[in-house]
């Protein structure tokens, strides 16, 4: 008999918004590592059924924002400081990558689209919602690895980039770094624009090393997450 692989519409569209107003809980802080988070609870407050609810949390612990536990069920991920060493070398290794590739290969259409974020991240910075400014960085980096055009680096980015994204905004809070970051970024997409490989590499490690020492030193200082 022929399986009928037919998915509504409606339903995918759901689901998805579901997981997107959870994650942007978690990246925001609304919802802090190694709280838990009781289904019924979230089901008052999003105001969809517990199926939806279960399908989102899936897909964020399959990002690493969610960590399940037996007995206690979903919780918050917290990341440990010598978790956030290792995340950070390798994403300078894979960016570094994905600019090299992005500044030799790139489209004129793909360097300009990275362009144009690094000035919406700018413009995003003078501002003082955060939301908006996660997702300026968010953008800019999109374009970054669309540009490297490996998508297998890309895979591997995007699922770092979530784990990371809970120290993202403490980061660029911390005094003088973001407007270092605004630099950095300038950086990497002067190196991209002139077609310069290996510098475009070498100002996208550098930026993500620089993000790292102020991120690992914020860890260093923090006391371990309550459970709640």
Same mark, same amino acid.
């Given at each position: 008999m022929p399986m009928d692989l037919h998915i509504p519409k409606q339903s995918a569209t759901l689901r998805m918004a579901v997981e997107e107003k959870l994650r942007q809980a978690i990246v925001s802080g609304v919802f802090k590592p190694g709280q838990r988070l009781v289904e019924r609870?979230?089901?008052?407050?999003?105001?969809?059924?517990?199926?939806?609810?279960?399908e989102a949390l899936r897909q964020l612990e399959a990002e690493g924002l969610i960590t399940t536990y037996p007995h206690r069920g979903p919780v918050v991920?917290?990341?440990?400081?010598?978790?956030?060493?290792?995340?950070?070398?390798?994403?300078?290794?894979?960016?570094?990558?994905?600019?090299?590739?992005?500044?030799?290969?790139?489209?004129?259409?793909?360097?300009?689209?990275?362009? *144009? !974020? &690094? +000035?919406?991240?700018?413009?995003?910075?003078?501002? %003082?919602?955060? #939301?908006?400014?996660?997702?300026? /960085?968010?953008?800019?980096?999109?374009?970054?690895?669309?540009?490297?055009?490996?998508?297998?680096?890309?895979?591997?980015?995007?699922?770092?980039?979530?784990?990371?994204?809970?120290?993202?905004?403490?980061?660029?809070?911390?005094?003088?770094?973001?407007?270092?970051?605004?630099?950095?970024?300038?950086?990497?997409?002067?190196?991209?624009?002139?077609?310069?490989?290996?510098? *475009? !590499? &070498? +100002?996208?490690?550098?930026?993500?090393?620089?993000? %790292?020492?102020? #991120?690992?030193?914020?860890?260093? /200082?923090?006391?371990?997450?309550?459970?709640?």
């Open positions: 609870e979230l089901c008052e407050m999003i105001g969809v059924g517990r199926t939806s609810i279960r991920s917290a990341i440990t400081y010598e978790e956030a060493f290792q995340l950070y070398k390798v994403r300078a290794l894979l960016e570094g990558f994905s600019g090299q590739e992005m500044a030799e290969r790139g489209s004129p259409e793909e360097i300009a689209k990275l362009e *144009a !974020a &690094a +000035a919406a991240f700018e413009q995003a910075a003078l501002g %003082s919602d955060q #939301a908006v400014l996660i997702e300026a /960085k968010k953008r800019f980096y999109d374009c970054l690895m669309e540009g490297g055009g490996n998508m297998f680096v890309r895979q591997m980015l995007t699922l770092l980039h979530n784990r990371v994204t809970i120290l993202r905004v403490t980061s660029m809070m911390q005094p003088g770094r973001l407007q270092h970051s605004i630099e950095e970024i300038k950086d990497i997409v002067a190196a991209i624009k002139d077609r310069n490989g290996p510098r *475009a !590499a &070498a +100002a996208c490690k550098y930026h993500i090393e620089m993000a %790292s020492k102020t #991120a690992l030193e914020y860890l260093r /200082k923090l006391p371990p997450p309550t459970e709640t």
